[in-house]
């Protein structure tokens, strides 16, 4: 009996230990599609001897295959550009916490999770850009104005399907309400230039065309075009100008959304994994995301990019981030029943 109690505290022991394997390696499971991650992931395995493994997919067929892995799945981060994913993914216990407060002491406290289980590595504003032919800067105000009948025919945006615009219209639910956010949706819908169609890149181009005179866009998207190596693409990004909605005084700022990362509940190689969540919030490696991404960074000491910077400040909307999920369902029922494609 006495052995039998030994051997049943030793597995309880056991089951108790993280994983602490000594491997040489780490997998990722991304969602993030720019050119910067490489540098990042080089530059640390350099570093550090760990080889990173990237798989890259839209964030629900990530979230659906960790889901599908269980607890053998072979993933120790797990990489989005929203928020609304991350919180999703920890709402369906597929994370565990992280509270290392040496990585949160160097980011802004309004971008961290409530919850515990994501961190986010930067963040981007989704802001209005506007025709520098064709619009005055004065004109434009808030998120709200959009739906105003003075944009009928000019407005660009892509998709509903798209977690950026689910992000937005999470945060007018939280901010205004379901009944005011529908009749903004009308409103903004029957405001289209076209019907929903492309990426953020393409409303640019469009707008650079003449096929729309204002755009709903990620800020650092304007970046990446102005520093293309495509004549076309440089094109757009000086066709137009970056306006931050809602920076009014008694008005809550404009829209932003993380790109974040969370462990996952069995992280096989839980060590490397946070060894890169430290290099990837490291001022360094903060400092690599701005220049190469124009995303801003999440140490207020890391300045934006000298394009970004040209832009100026702006007041950021202060919802807690994880409401950008808690509303997805609601934000994309809105879409459905307002007719936004
Ligand atoms: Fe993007």
């Known amino acids: 009996m006495k052995k039998f109690t030994y051997i049943f505290f030793a597995i309880f022991i056991a089951s108790c230990m993280p994983n602490n394997k000594n491997t040489n390696e780490i997998n990722i499971y991304s969602q993030r599609h720019y050119n910067v991650d490489e540098i990042q992931y080089k530059n640390f395995e350099k570093l550090t001897g760990i080889k990173v493994n990237v798989t890259k997919a839209n964030a629900d067929e990530l979230i659906q295959r960790m889901k599908n892995e269980g607890d053998n799945s072979p993933a120790d981060l797990f990489i989005t550009v929203d928020v609304g994913k991350l919180w999703q993914g920890g709402d369906m216990g597929l994370f565990q916490k992280f509270d290392d407060n040496s990585v949160f002491e160097n980011i802004d406290s309004q971008l961290l999770d409530n919850n515990g289980y994501w961190v986010p590595v930067t963040y981007r504003s989704r802001v209005i850009v506007y025709s520098n032919e064709r619009v005055k800067k004065e004109e434009l105000s808030t998120y709200e104005d959009l739906s105003n009948e003075k944009w009928k025919g000019r407005l660009l ?64 998207y304007i970046g990446l075009l102005l520093s293309s190596q495509k004549e076309e693409e ?45 290099y990837l919030t490291s001022t360094q490696a903060q400092e690599t995301y701005v220049k190469n991404s124009f995303e801003y960074s999440v140490n207020p000491d890391v300045k934006p990019d000298e394009i970004v910077q040209a832009w100026g400040e702006f007041k950021k909307d202060p919802v807690d981030l994880n409401s950008l999920g808690t509303n997805r369902n609601e934000a994309i029922r809105i879409f459905d029943k307002t007719g936004w494609k």
């Open 234 to 278: 440089i094109k757009a990004g000086k066709a137009v100008s970056v306006f931050f909605p809602n920076q009014g005084e008694n008005q809550r700022g404009a829209h932003i959304n993380i790109s974040g990362l969370a462990l996952t509940k069995n992280a096989p190689n839980r060590d490397n994994a946070i060894q890169l969540i430290k």
């Open 157 to 220: 945006v892509r998709s509903s399907s798209n977690a950026y615009n689910q992000a937005l219209m999470s945060s007018l639910v939280e901010n205004l309400g379901s009944e005011n956010t529908s009749k903004w949706s009308e409103g903004v819908v029957a405001n289209f230039a076209r019907d929903p169609k492309g990426s953020d890149r393409d409303q640019v181009k469009a707008i650079a065309a003449g096929q729309g005179d204002i755009a709903i866009v990620n800020s650092y």
